[in-house]
């Protein structure tokens, strides 16, 4: 691999373009001016474009021969045309791509009880945001199929680092589920995901899935319990379902209402990654101590 496309230049992004800058060329779409001069500060040649707007998007054909596509699908709708669009470019072209990593959600799964799930699971999501996530990691699947490019889908969970932990939540005092209700809940540290992203574009096997989780096993409410207690605030109250659901937003009381334990044996035994932050509780003891 010598170009390298990005596409989705969010957070995990920018962890991962650094390093893949010092190695090969690497463009990175970007939808406003000054994402561009950010993008470039980091070492990537900028490409505008908009993945909402299909013509902007023909740049994109033989640009490069492996793509990360970190972008997430529309807020609204059934699928992802944002997906549709990018394979549609890219395919505009014979110079396609030989490798697509792309990073989808673990809500895929839908609610399994607290089971724990490999990722031979079946996609059995519920909510809006999740199906436009399986729609995309199916046209993903079906383009490598059809062009024989090597496509690997990172599932992530709850993506967390030092400037991503809940502490506006834990400030405001919102509530959290009582043990009785409580769900499991899997955990990824930002620098990992981009770590892991980059070691599927070099070790992933065709049409594979990884469940991009650490070695954590949380529930919802203590992993809230072990933020606040590393950042010096107070715990959360813990409430039952039925009191809570009147204090939360729909969206919040979303990811109360699914529970599982995802299992990471393929990212360890596949990608051969070596996790920096293996679980929560190493991430946390990372940070700076709590001012008074």
């Known amino acids: 691999m010598k170009r390298i496309l990005v596409v989705g230049s969010g957070d995990v992004a920018r962890r991962a373009i650094p390093w893949l800058a010092r190695r090969m060329r690497v463009f990175a779409l970007a939808?406003?001016?000054?994402?561009?001069?950010?993008l470039r500060a980091l070492g990537a040649v900028p490409l505008r474009g908009d993945l909402d707007d299909r013509a902007s998007l023909d740049r994109l054909a033989g640009v490069a021969d492996a793509v990360l596509h970190f972008a997430p699908p529309p807020a609204e709708g059934d699928g992802d045309p944002r997906t549709?669009?990018?394979?549609?470019?890219?395919?505009?072209?014979?110079?396609?791509?030989?490798?697509?990593?792309?990073?989808?959600?673990?809500?895929?799964?839908?609610?399994?009880?607290?089971?724990?799930?490999?990722?031979?699971?079946?996609?059995?999501?519920?909510?809006?945001?999740?199906l436009r996530r399986v729609d995309a990691e199916r046209r993903l699947r079906a383009f490598g199929r059809r062009t024989g490019a090597v496509v690997g889908v990172l599932r992530a969970p709850g993506i967390y680092?030092?400037?991503r932990l809940p502490l506006e939540r834990l400030?405001?005092?919102?509530?959290?589920?009582?043990?009785?209700d409580d769900v499991w809940t899997n955990h990824i540290h930002a620098d990992d995901l981009a770590r892991l992203a980059l070691a599927a574009l070099f070790r992933g096997r065709p049409g594979r899935v990884y469940n991009a989780v650490d070695d954590s096993r949380l529930k919802m409410a203590d992993y809230f319990d072990a933020v606040a207690d590393a950042c010096g605030l107070p715990r959360p109250p813990r409430c039952r379902r039925a009191e809570i659901a009147s204090r939360l937003s729909p969206l919040t009381l979303s990811f109360m209402s699914e529970s599982r334990r995802l299992t990471n044996r393929r990212i360890h035994t596949e990608l051969r990654a070596r996790l920096r932050y293996p679980t929560v509780a190493d991430a946390l003891r990372a940070l700076p101590a709590p001012t008074a």
């Open 31 to 38: 939808r406003r001016p000054e994402a561009a001069a950010e």
């Open 84 to 130: 549709a669009r990018l394979l549609a470019a890219l395919a505009k072209r014979r110079s396609l791509p030989q490798h697509l990593i792309y990073i989808s959600t673990t809500g895929v799964y839908g609610d399994c009880a607290g089971a724990e799930v490999d990722e031979t699971a079946p996609c059995r999501a519920t909510t809006a945001r999740a």
């Open 161 to 163: 680092a030092a400037d």
């Open 171 to 180: 400030r405001r005092g919102d509530p959290v589920l009582a043990a009785a």
